[in-house]
């Protein structure tokens, strides 16, 4: 089974093109896991009318806002824990429809040719970044310049990609070594966290170029930069006090 885990929070405008994209667009077998990270509009709304149109979307509801690191470790652990098999493959894209669902399948092209994981990368050929304003994209560039240096793998050059394919062998794998504790970052490090996770299994990585399309976002970025930077320090500082 391919699941595609969505972490929404307050995407009212946004989550029902996102589903829709997903059932209309993606050409293999899927379920949708969403989380409702806490949402204060009515998100959890949309999602219930789309359950009631399409099959196979699980609603996992968290009471207050967690943060992206705790809703993806919600939507993960439901999917584990559900006996995962090593042919299932878990799919994570942002639920602001920003992420175009239609690289979702050359994305299982790779997977089906032996790839472990895939990742819808800025920083290769013929990737595009639409309406993406000119700092975040500085930000991007430059996280990607640190953690080369900190966490180097020669696969490897988007490391904070959100929109990533894992096939399930790797992830058995890692959660039978690390259980709870496969993530335990709170915010936007979480997708740095797992990648570094993951790579100390050695799985075969592909990058896929994205198409990041900002201009169809509605509503604010969740991103709180300053915030972002305090966490990605201290994650680097903490990983290396622990393996040295």
């Known amino acids: 089974m391919n699941y595609f885990l969505l972490c929404a929070y307050n995407e009212s405008k946004n ?9 209309e667009n993606f050409k293999h077998e899927n379920k949708i896991v ?11 709304i949309q999602i219930r009318k789309c359950l009631q149109k399409y099959k196979d979307i699980i609603l996992l509801t968290h009471k207050k806002n967690l943060g992206l690191g ?21 799919i994570t894209l942002d639920a602001d429809n920003t992420h175009p669902v239609e690289i979702a399948n050359l994305m299982m092209e790779k997977f089906l040719m032996g790839y472990d994981l895939v990742i819808a990368s800025r920083f290769v050929k013929n990737a595009k970044q639409q309406g993406v304003p000119f ?3 500085l930000l991007s560039l430059m996280a990607r310049f640190i953690f080369k240096y900190f966490f180097y793998h020669p696969l490897v050059k988007d490391y904070t990609s959100g929109y990533r394919l894992y096939g399930g062998k790797i992830l058995n794998r890692a959660y039978a070594y690390y259980r709870e504790n496969l993530i335990k ?8 966290e797992i990648l570094i996770k993951l790579l100390k299994f050695k799985p075969k990585v592909y990058e896929v170029p994205i198409d990041i399309k900002y201009f169809l976002k509605y509503g604010k970025s969740k991103l709180k930069i300053v915030k972002n ?16």
Do not use: C, H, P, W
């Not at 705790?70 to 878990?90: H, V």
């Not at 930077?229 to 990983?239: D, E, G, H, P, V």
């Open 185 to 192: 970052e709170k915010d936007f490090v979480v997708q740095l």
């Open 229 to 244: 930077i305090i966490s990605y320090l201290n994650f680097i500082i903490t990983y290396f006090a622990k393996n040295l």
């Open 15 to 23: 989550i029902t093109e996102v589903i829709k994209s997903i059932k």
């Open 34 to 44: 969403i989380v409702n990270d806490g949402s204060s509009d009515d998100t959890e």
């Open 70 to 90: 705790k809703a993806l470790k919600t939507g993960f652990m439901f999917i584990l824990k559900s006996r995962m098999k090593d042919e299932d493959t878990i």
């Open 135 to 137: 700092f975040r994209k």
